[in-house]
């Protein structure tokens, strides 16, 4: 893992830099959306990330403690991680989902089936997929699957 990270709880000076890192993180890997579709879901990520809510942030600061990536709970379920495209490969999701766990106990999650490489990532750190969806949850057509750890 990279030792140049930490994981620590969100601090509202952290919360206009998250919509940005969302933005960069999905454009590098959710082929399956075009730039209209982005765009479109940008004001509600916006909106979900800019006040404290049901969603639980936790941010991976980088050694200046600028944040690099972040990830949402409710609960055991992983709702949301993003990472600066900058950091994937480098252990930066392995070490928020552990930190998740840490805190939580076994995790759920909700993927989409065509983000492969999101996919992989959760069977790489110990998820099994129970349930296939037609839709995303928001009535869109991209199958979603359901995944949780033993």
Same mark, same amino acid.
């Given at each position: ?6 994981v ?14 969302w933005? &960069?993180? $999905?454009?590098?890997?959710?082929a399956?959306?075009?730039?209209? +579709?982005i765009?479109? =879901?940008? *004001? !509600?990520? %916006?909106?979900?990330l ?8 936790w941010?991976l600061?980088?050694?200046?403690? &600028?944040? $690099? ?8 379920s992983? +709702?949301?991680?993003? =990472?600066d *495209? !900058?950091? %994937?490969g480098r252990?930066a ?11 939580k106990?076994p ?6 089936e065509?983000?492969v ?24 057509p991209?199958?979603?699957?359901r995944?949780?750890?033993?």
């Amino acid at each position: 893992m990279d030792a140049e990270t930490s994981v620590r709880p969100i601090r509202p000076t952290d919360r206009d830099q998250l919509p940005d890192i969302w933005l &960069r993180s $999905v454009r590098a890997t959710h082929a399956f959306l075009g730039e209209d +579709e982005i765009q479109t =879901l940008l *004001p !509600d990520v %916006r909106n979900e990330l800019a006040v404290e809510g049901e969603l639980e942030l936790w941010v991976l600061a980088d050694r200046n403690d &600028r944040p $690099v990536g972040f990830m949402g709970l409710i609960e055991s379920s992983l +709702e949301a991680l993003f =990472l600066d *495209p !900058d950091q %994937r490969g480098r252990g930066a999701g392995r070490r928020l989902v552990a930190h998740a766990r840490a805190l939580k106990g076994p995790l759920t999650v909700e993927v989409n089936e065509q983000n492969v490489d999101a996919v992989r990532f959760y069977e790489a750190v110990g998820f099994e997929t129970f349930e296939r969806l037609a839709d995303d949850g928001a009535g869109r057509p991209y199958p979603d699957l359901r995944m949780r750890q033993p």
